[in-house]
């Protein structure tokens, strides 16, 4: 369950308990499927959605910060989005993150 907050761009999606030390969780932001996952202390979250074949990241693996689609193996950075080679070509969207109060808030452009 989404709350939106005083701050319009932001969006509470989860606390910051609810991040495995390995691995994602998935919120949405109306349409938009949001993946959240922890690297090296940092929070970072990306559009739950394959920019080579739209696939959804369900099932994929993350590795450190290589975010892997379990359709046809395309990895991309979860910090940037951008990906690091074929099939993919095109990054996927990438939205800034705060967390304070032990919650994690992200700005999901429309
Ligand atoms: S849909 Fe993700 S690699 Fe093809």
């Known amino acids: 369950m989404e709350r939106v907050l005083a701050d319009p761009g932001f969006t509470d999606l989860a606390g910051i ?4 030390e390995k691995g994602f969780v998935v919120r949405s932001v109306g349409e938009t499927q949001v993946l959240l996952c922890r690297f ?6 990306v559009e739950n959605l394959c920019s080579h ?7 994929g693996r993350l590795r450190g910060n290589r975010l892997m689609c379990p359709l046809h193996g395309a990895c991309f950075d979860v ?3 951008e990906p690091f080679g074929p099939p993919a070509s095109r ?7 705060k967390v304070e109060d032990g919650r994690v808030l992200v700005a999901v452009s429309a």
Request: glycine residues 14%.
């Open 53 to 59: 074949a739209f696939a959804r990241f369900d099932g």
């Open 40 to 45: 090296k202390g940092e929070v970072y979250a």
């Open 79 to 81: 910090r940037t989005g």
């Open 91 to 97: 990054p996927i969207a990438s939205y800034p993150v």
């Open 17 to 20: 308990g609810e991040l495995p």
